[in-house]
């Protein structure tokens, strides 16, 4: 096999800090983050020049199968965490807290967040909830672990907010998720995801905060922005949300890829002389001598 020498932008790019996204939004230049759960999409994501990198417990809807992220474990997230990490080296990684992983005791949170550097090559964690998390977040910052909180639509919560719906629309929640984003910087974090929630609102949010907001499905008012990497590239077609714009159709192409496969293997067109090895022919009349097929 003939090996082709790529050099990587991200080779040239310097790793990205947790402070490096709060001067970026001190300059009011625009945060990329993308998720990815393997080695190739990290490489790509990586290469892109993409700020960050979050391994989200989204992993379990477009990767793992399952209805919603609420089955994903810690094993499942720090195996993908492992596998992403080997692939990008200048993106800030931030690896999801799922389900039950920080909602029971500080000290399961604290030890779980330790998991993702220790184990899986993490920079930083993240984890959703208003102000119910604050305790759970001065224990992890404190443990010089940084934290990136969630807030709005928070999927690890969809059975008590009734569903994927968006969150702040009337003068109360709003008023709630303003105090809880406060609160939550107070705590710590060094920077918060604002899912699903009005475009004026998330605005309003990101300008009285100091650190940076990344947006999904929140507008363009945020600091940055996120996307389910599998949702960009058309790769999860069981639904789409509303906030996602698609820049490809790889469900599609993969389909008709695989569809080529097929046909050419049944038609013989696959594989070729090009794509066979052959023995010298001297070695093969003595393996045909030897045999009896002279
Ligand atoms: O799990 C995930 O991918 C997320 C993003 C939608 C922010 O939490």
Redesign the pocket.
Known sequence: MSTTTVVSPALSRKKVTTLALRQKKENGEPITML?AYDYPTALAVDQAGIDSI?V???LGMVVLGYEN?LPVTMDEMLHHCRAVSRGAKAALLVG?MPFMSYQVSVEDAVRNAGRFLQQAGMDAI?LEGGRERAAAIRQITGAGIPVMG?LGLT?QSIHQLGGYRAQGKNALTAKKLLDDALLLQDAGCFSL?L?SVPARLAGFISKKLEIPTIG?GAGAGCDGQ?L?THDLLGLFERFTPKFVKKYASLNAEMKRAFGEYLTDVQNHNFPGAEHSVEMPEDEWDAFLKENGHE
């Open positions: 998720t979050l989200g417990d989204s992220t999801d993240k969630h999927p995801v899912e999904i996120v389910v």
